[in-house]
């Protein structure tokens, strides 16, 4: 089992939708989930970050996170076309005393006008 | 406050050359990072130090050496360069392991083409 999954989408959404980007991890030790975005050319830049069970709001975004079910998720409200790029999912080692991420290859997210 | 920096942001290389890429932050931050990026791969971890003086193997450390000159700069070293490693390599640093956020912010990228 891979260790962060996404899809990789295109997930496509219209203008004022809500887009909603899932992850899944394999080491039940990880105690901190990330939200990446990037866009094309560039490099990843932080949403959210999220280490405890329940929702965590950011103006139109929200991260979920359920260690039970070893899942996080990215709900993006109002979509606009700016948030069209790369999601990518970061999840830390938790068995480790450094602090390496394992990010998953990334969801793209398509918000058309 | 410039964040994480990184030099050159385009390269290219003929196969055998060695070239060292540059990365250095103005954050104070104790842990630095070398990520390389490839189309449908994902960002893969190469190195990185959790503190000055320290470095470690991630998932593809093969082809690849690494220094932490000093707290604010840690450099890439590709000895032999093939055409393999034609990526886009990125730089980050985090305030973690000694007290802070394990967030990780990341550098503008290297584009590096071997030929």
């Known amino acids: 089992q891979k260790e962060v999954e996404q899809n990789s989408g295109p997930l496509s959404v219209p203008e004022g939708a809500i887009a909603s980007l899932n992850c899944t991890y394999s080491?039940?030790?990880?105690?901190?989930f990330f939200w990446y975005r990037q866009y094309s050319g560039k490099s990843p830049e932080l949403i959210m970050s999220?280490?405890?069970?329940g929702d965590k709001e950011d103006g139109r975004f929200t991260a979920q996170l359920n260690k039970a079910s070893q899942y996080v998720s990215l709900l993006i409200r109002d979509s606009q076309p700016s948030d069209s790029a790369t999601y990518l999912c970061?999840?830390?080692?938790?068995?480790?005393?450094?602090?390496?991420?394992?990010f998953g290859k990334g969801t793209t997210l398509s918000v058309s006008s | 406050n410039a964040g994480v920096t990184q030099t050159p942001k385009f390269q290219v290389l003929k196969t055998g050359q060695s070239m060292t890429l540059q990365c250095a932050q103005d954050?104070?931050?104790?842990?630095m990072y070398w990520y390389r990026q490839d189309p449908g791969m994902g960002l893969r971890l190469i190195y990185y130090?959790?503190?000055?003086?320290?470095?470690d193997k991630g998932e593809v450390p093969n082809g690849y050496n690494v220094s932490r000159l000093n707290k604010r700069e840690f450099s890439l070293r590709l000895e032999s360069a093939a055409p393999s490693q034609t990526s886009v390599y990125f730089c980050?640093?985090?305030?973690?392991?000694?007290?802070?956020?394990?967030?990780?912010?990341f550098g503008p990228g290297t584009r590096l083409t071997v030929l």
């Open positions: 130090s959790a503190s000055e003086g320290t470095t």
């Open positions: 080491d039940r030790g990880s105690q901190s």
């Open positions: 954050m104070n931050h104790n842990s």
């Open positions: 999220i280490y405890s069970n």
């Open positions: 970061a999840v830390n080692r938790g068995n480790q005393a450094g602090t390496a991420l394992i």
């Open positions: 980050a640093s985090s305030e973690a392991p000694f007290g802070g956020t394990d967030t990780q912010y």
